[in-house]
Structure formats: structure tokens, C-alpha cells
């Protein structure tokens, strides 16, 4: 197996430096030859064409970051999956028995999770 020679990486680096060379020359720029007049309306925050009301730092439940966090863990799950599926034939026996435990883990953790009331909204 040729893995090559480090002279076959050459453009690779020199795209790399021409990349972070840009955007530190960009950002340097942007400060150094920019304006610096500073203004109380340019330092507000702008929503949307929409004045401001009040402050942005509202608590609010938990539950939104817990529902969120669930539905991406248990959401990834279908990304595991794809490949076995489409590998079904090709992993034979142990492929399957493979699948099921880690479907069965899932399982274990679903339940977990309504055993310990992680979806219920009423406090």
C-alpha cells in the first residue's frame, strides 16, 4: 500500500496557509482600517428591525433542553443503524446479535428515562 511521499501533501498545506492567512489578514483589516465611531444606537442590540423589550435573560423550564438533549440521543440511534441496514446480508449472525443489544441498550435508557418521569411537563 503507497501512502505517498510528504512532497504529495504540499497543496494541502499551502491551501491551509493561503486559508488562515486570509482570515487573520480579514480580521486585521476589518479592525485596523474600519471605523471606529461608536454610537449609543450602534451599540444596541438589533432584532429584526423591532425595538427592544426588556431583558433577553428570561429564565424559562429546563424541560425544553431536556427534550431537545433526548431527541438527539435518541435520534442518532438511526445513524448507527443505517449502515447495518444497508450491510444486513454482508454481517450475517453476529451483525444482528450486534444490533439488538445495541437496540436493547437503547431500550434500557428509554426506559430509564420514563421511569425517572423525563418527558412528564407538570411539576
Not at 80 to 88: D, E, K, L
Request: proline share 4%; hydrophobic share 55%.
Amino acid at each position: 500500500m503507497n501512502t505517498g511521499s510528504p512532497v504529495d501533501y504540499l497543496p494541502i498545506f499551502i491551501m491551509f496557509t493561503i486559508a488562515v492567512g486570509f482570515a487573520v489578514v480579514s480580521l486585521f483589516a476589518t479592525h485596523k482600517l474600519g471605523p471606529l465611531r461608536k454610537t449609543k444606537v450602534k451599540l444596541e442590540s438589533f432584532e429584526c428591525g423591532i425595538e427592544t423589550q426588556g431583558n433577553a435573560r428570561v429564565p424559562f423550564s429546563i424541560k425544553y433542553f431536556l427534550v431537545a438533549i433526548l431527541f438527539v440521543l435518541f435520534d442518532i440511534e438511526v445513524v448507527f443503524m443505517y449502515p447495518w441496514a444497508a450491510n444486513f446480508r454482508e454481517l450475517g449472525g453476529k451483525g444482528v446479535i450486534e444490533v439488538f443489544s445495541f437496540i436493547a441498550l437503547l431500550l434500557v435508557g428509554f426506559y430509564y428515562m420514563l421511569a425517572k418521569n423525563a418527558l412528564k411537563w407538570e411539576d
